[in-house]
């Protein structure tokens, strides 16, 4: 079975710092892939990033980027020059990278705060 | 605007009563999920279609839950005899399922209460 795990309920953070989020996962599945997504306080939960199991360099979208330690099972989100707007819950989530990848596993997330 | 719609975003009901959700997905993704999210918990699995096929439901999804995507496109979300436990944002997602990968879009969600 997937299990994804975030340790970090709350984070608060200085504006225009850098920001790791922690997420480690746990999966047997020999091909998968790891997400992140932010809900703010509306509820919309919108797609920031994503990672391959088998990709061979981290995944960046702008701000962001996924630090991937595959040996390790993490994929922690990096978000640098952090704003005001990036306060939000953030979710980690896995899928199982094959024909029959249906559902996405999320962990318990991490609220973010960013201070001004 | 081409994103997920889910209409309504709010619904109240008395417990006892019956309520359908409806999702609109991206046009033209095959995929179409339905995910429940309790407060300060990540989204939960409920159910998912393949054009109108419905592939997989949680054992979440309680026989007072039904899931309908008749034609393909918009899907809907029947709670028959709501309880006060069903109380929760109701998130709809859809997909491309291209090769290799499955980012799955959300919707505003609806967020349901029951009295």
């Known amino acids: 079975a997937q299990k994804i795990t975030q340790t970090q309920p709350g984070m608060f953070v200085q504006e225009k710092e850098a920001v790791t989020l922690d997420c480690t996962y746990d999966?047997?599945?020999?091909?998968?892939?790891l997400f992140w997504y932010k809900q703010p306080s509306s509820g919309e939960m919108i797609f920031l990033i994503y990672?391959?199991?088998?990709?061979?360099q981290n995944a960046t979208e702008g701000r962001y980027s996924l630090n991937f330690q595959k040996a390790r099972k993490s994929a922690n989100l990096v978000i640098s020059a952090s704003q005001l707007g990036d306060s939000a819950m953030y979710f980690c989530?896995?899928?199982?990278?094959?024909?029959?990848?249906?559902?996405?596993?999320f962990g318990s997330g991490t609220r973010l705060s960013i201070r001004p | 605007d081409t994103g997920v719609s889910q209409n309504p975003r709010h619904k109240i009901t008395k417990r006892g009563q019956n309520v359908t959700f409806r999702c609109d997905p991206i046009?033209?993704?095959?995929?179409l999920y339905w995910y429940r999210q309790t407060l300060g918990q990540g989204p939960e699995f409920l159910t998912y279609?393949?054009?109108?096929?419905?592939?997989?439901k949680s054992r979440l999804l309680s026989d007072r839950f039904s899931a309908e995507r008749p034609k393909g496109s918009f899907s809907t979300l029947e709670i028959q005899r709501t309880e006060q436990g069903d109380s929760a944002m109701y998130l709809c997602a859809s997909s491309p399922r291209l090769a290799g990968t499955d980012t799955q879009y959300f919707g505003p969600g609806t967020r349901l209460t029951v009295l």
């Open positions: 999966t047997s599945d020999p091909s998968y892939g």
């Open positions: 990672q391959g199991s088998y990709d061979q």
């Open positions: 046009s033209e993704h095959n995929r």
């Open positions: 989530a896995m899928t199982r990278e094959d024909s029959s990848a249906s559902k996405i596993i």
């Open positions: 279609f393949q054009n109108e096929a419905q592939l997989e």
